[in-house]
């Protein structure tokens, strides 16, 4: 098996060198190459870049043996340029660890998820993988969990793309859906007559309700959502199936 990993906090960050060591524990003997955003690309979402030049650069290898680049562009143009430029025929795309979890609506922003997208699309399988802010404690324990299950359960090759966010000392695993982040934002002045965000998040965790990921993690367990790129509403689009006809006129 083929496997390409990406991020969206650069080649730099400290969890991808951690998710590559991860990788070549869980993927023995598995091809595994490095393809990740020269500088930190947070929140750039499903972005792609369409006018400017793109350039790539050999890095030296994150850890020994395993090929590495990084490009000046996004996580997602990093799984497009793999498979068009280094025509890499990978099996599945590893995008993380995030610096930062991608829960509710974090999921649309996410240029981790964007990477793990933009691999579904190409029907490669993809996972995007994410912790707490400044913390990795947990990932490798439920990482190991994660892939257990990843391994044996065939709802794996049923489905391409995986949300999966590890709390630390995370109980176990949990299939939920996309939740909703309340968040209270403001955009404060500051010198020069600029503007800065600031967000608080305003979610309510439900006692013994596991149903969204924030539930889930936040009650201690690995939030395992599957994710699709099609943003068709079906069930509003089966409510005009008596006008289909007429809808083209």
Not at 34 to 41: D, F, I, K, S
Not at 132 to 139: D, L, P, S
Not at 140 to 151: D, I, R, V
Not at 192 to 205: D, I, M, S, T, W
Request: aromatic content about 14%; hydrophobic content about 35%; proline content about 5%.
């Amino acid at each position: 098996m083929k496997i390409l990993i990406t991020n969206d906090d650069g080649i730099a960050s400290p969890n991808l060198k951690l998710l590559v060591e991860e990788a070549i524990k869980h993927f023995p003997g598995d091809e595994i190459i490095v393809l990740a955003p020269a500088e930190e690309q947070s929140a750039v979402s499903h972005r792609i870049n369409i006018f400017g030049p793109i350039y790539l650069n050999e890095e030296r290898d994150i850890v020994e043996g395993i090929k590495t680049y990084s490009i000046n562009s996004t996580p997602a143009d990093c799984v497009k340029f793999a498979i068009h430029s280094l025509h890499y025929d990978f099996d599945l795309c590893l995008s993380g660890i995030n610096n930062g979890l991608n829960l509710g609506e974090d999921i649309v922003y996410s240029g981790t998820v964007g990477a793990a997208l933009e691999a579904a699309m190409y029907h490669k399988y993809s996972l995007a993988l994410s912790c707490h802010f400044y913390t990795t404690e947990g990932f490798q324990e439920g990482f190991e969990m994660f892939l257990k299950e990843y391994h044996s359960n065939p709802i794996y090759k049923e489905h391409l793309m995986w949300n999966v966010n590890f709390p630390p000392n995370p109980k176990g695993l949990k299939y939920c859906y996309q939740g909703k982040n309340d968040y209270q934002y403001a955009y404060n002045l500051g010198e020069k007559e600029a503007y800065y965000p600031k967000a608080k998040k305003g979610f309510v965790v439900k006692e013994n309700e596991f149903a969204t990921d924030l539930d889930c993690f936040h009650q201690g367990y690995v939030s395992i959502t599957p994710l699709t790129y099609d943003m068709t509403a079906y069930d509003i689009l089966k409510k005009t199936k008596p006008f289909a006809k007429d809808a083209s006129k």
